[in-house]
């Protein structure tokens, strides 16, 4: 089955400061690579997906973009801000998800 | 419009009872899951319903573990005999299910259950 790795499992950044998070998976058939943000005692909330089809997909200040060839993908959320504090999960799969062990990330005032 | 609900929020239970989760997915969705979420863990896939079938239960641990579907939309999983290791945050999506697997998944609040 799918193996999805997640790194760092923290991170700290100031406010205004870009943050990166690093994914790679195992199964070369995964076509479909979601992220999401969790708060606490929340339910994960989708932020932005990517499909195997592409290489790179922007939504304001999230980004995501994919290697299939290397079989990583990465979030980068720019300007970050204190509301960006949250834990973030990337997932890879097709129906059947497999998770990250997730990242806990700190946005410094 | 309504997301995804789950009921209860918070469950506490002795070892040796069975408990009932309940998931009330996006109206239109036939497309559902369910996850479990340990303590600082990532998501651990359970089941996969589309309508009522569930074409993968791979994901869930042991016998006493089942869930259900009827009328296409509510699910409950049940857990029989419970143990301390179940206790986790059994988390339910729903999605279009357009029949290529990639549709997004939207997840519910989630059901906290303790087993002490």
């Known amino acids: 089955g799918e193996n999805v790795e997640q790194h760092p499992s923290t991170l700290s950044v100031q406010e205004g400061d870009s943050a990166v998070i690093k994914c790679t998976y195992s199964?070369?058939?995964?076509?479909?690579f979601p992220w999401y943000k969790q708060e606490l005692g929340k339910g994960p909330q989708l932020i932005i997906d990517?499909?195997?089809?592409?290489g790179e997909k922007k939504d304001q200040r999230i980004a995501v973009t994919l290697n299939k060839t290397a079989k990583h993908f990465s979030l980068h959320i720019t300007e970050t801000q204190p509301e960006d504090s949250a834990v973030y999960f990337c997932?890879?799969?097709?129906?059947?998800?497999?998770f990250g062990a997730g990242t806990t990330v700190t946005v410094r005032a | 419009g309504a997301g995804v609900s789950q009921s209860p929020s918070n469950k506490v239970t002795e070892k040796g009872k069975d408990v009932e989760l309940r998931c009330d997915p996006i109206?239109?969705?036939?497309?559902l899951y369910w996850y479990r979420q340990s303590l600082g863990q990532g998501l651990e896939f359970l089941i996969y319903?589309?309508?009522?079938?569930?074409?993968?239960k791979s994901g869930l641990p042991s016998d006493r573990f089942s869930a259900e579907r009827t009328g296409g939309s509510v699910s409950t999983l049940t857990i029989q005999r419970t143990q301390q290791e179940d206790s986790a945050v059994y988390l339910c999506?729903?999605?279009?299910?357009?029949?290529?697997?990639?549709?997004?998944?939207?997840f519910g609040p989630g059901t906290r259950l303790t087993v002490l």
């Open positions: 990517i499909r195997s089809n592409v």
């Open positions: 199964d070369s058939a995964s076509n479909y």
């Open positions: 999506a729903s999605s279009l299910g357009n029949g290529q697997g990639t549709d997004t998944q939207y």
């Open positions: 319903f589309q309508g009522n079938s569930a074409p993968d």
């Open positions: 109206s239109g969705h036939t497309a």
């Open positions: 997932a890879g799969g097709d129906y059947k998800l497999s």
